[in-house]
């Protein structure tokens, strides 16, 4: 079974994607799309796959129907990702749970969770224990965002 990073901690993973089995315990991930057509008539909480050329604006209207928003990263070096955990986040207030997914490494995982993801399903090749590390990369950012990092001009004279 597959793990994953959650609040920083590995578990496994609940979610089955195209492909996989979907057993008891477990959901079905379906493309955003797929999933307005018949958003009405599911039962119980959803998941969703965003693409990187899929707008978030569309999920706005039913965001309260979504348990789980996964942010595909197809290939590295492809920000777009990022602009979708922050408007989910920021402009749609979205709460459950948003998760990046696909060619990520552990040197990421500081500026996803800065955007507002709160889970990673990361490379097959990444080591996540030690990737737990890299939440801690840094004590203090010159942005604001979703997170709770201290931003620079907040922190106290001689910190």
């Not at 979907?22 to 057509?37: E, F, N």
């Not at 749609?92 to 948003?98: D, F, K, M, S, V």
């Not at 399903?121 to 201290?150: G, T």
């Not at 001009?153 to 001689?158: D, I, N, T, V």
Request: proline share 4%; with cysteine.
């Amino acid at each position: 079974m597959r793990r994953i990073i959650r609040r920083r901690e590995i578990v496994l993973d609940e979610l089955r994607y195209e492909g996989e089995v979907v057993s008891p315990g477990t959901y079905p991930v379906r493309p955003a799309a797929d999933w307005l057509v018949n958003a009405d008539a599911t039962e119980g909480p959803a998941a969703v796959l965003l693409g990187a050329a899929d707008e978030p604006e569309m999920l706005a209207p039913r965001l309260h129907r979504l348990g789980w928003i996964v942010v595909e990263f197809a290939k590295s070096g492809d920000g777009r990702g990022f602009s979708q955990a922050r408007i989910l986040r920021q402009r749609y207030g979205y709460a459950g749970e948003l998760r990046a997914r696909g060619a990520l490494g552990r040197d990421q995982l500081f500026f996803l969770a800065r955007c507002g993801f709160d889970a990673f399903d990361l490379d097959s090749r990444e080591d996540l224990e030690a990737a737990l590390s890299a939440f801690d990369s840094f004590s203090v950012a010159y942005q604001r965002a979703s997170d709770a990092v201290v931003h620079v001009h907040e922190r106290s004279p001689g910190a």
